[in-house]
C-alpha cells in the first residue's frame, strides 16, 4: 500500500517562500509522473504543477515563474518551492503519484495560508 505524506506548509506573508514536501513509502510501480494540486476554501481542486518520469515539467499559468517543481533521484520524493506568495495561493496542497493515466495516489494535504 502505497503512503505520501506532505509536509512543509504553513503561514507566510505575501511575497514569502515556502518549500513543500512529499514522501512516498509503500511499493511504487510504473509512477508516470508527480504532481502537486491545490484547494482553495469553495473552490474546486486545481493542478499547480507536475513533473514526469522523464523530467518534464508543468506548470499552472498562475504560479509560472514563481513555483518550481523537483523530485528526488529515487523518484519517492517531491518537492514544490514556491516563492512570491501571494494571498490567493492560499489553499489545502496535495502531492499526487500518478500510476495510469487516469488514477494515482493522493496525500492527505498540508495547508498554506498566505496573509498579511
Known amino acids: 500500500q502505497v503512503q505520501l505524506v506532505e509536509s512543509g506548509g504553513g503561514s507566510v506573508q505575501p511575497g514569502g517562500s515556502l518549500r513543500l514536501s512529499c514522501a512516498a513509502s509503500g511499493s511504487l510501480f510504473n509512477i508516470l509522473s508527480m504532481g502537486w494540486y491545490r484547494q482553495a476554501p469553495g473552490k474546486q481542486r486545481e493542478f499547480v504543477a507536475r513533473i514526469t518520469n522523464s523530467g518534464g515539467t508543468y506548470y499552472a499559468d498562475s504560479v509560472k515563474g514563481r513555483f518550481a517543481i523537483s523530485r528526488d533521484n529515487a523518484k519517492t520524493t517531491v518537492s514544490l518551492q514556491m516563492n512570491g506568495l501571494r494571498p490567493e495561493d492560499t489553499a489545502v496542497y496535495y502531492c499526487?503519484?500518478?500510476?495510469?493515466?487516469?488514477?494515482?495516489?493522493w496525500g492527505q494535504g498540508t495547508q498554506v495560508i498566505v496573509s498579511s
Open positions: 499526487n503519484f500518478q500510476y495510469s493515466v487516469t488514477d494515482g495516489y
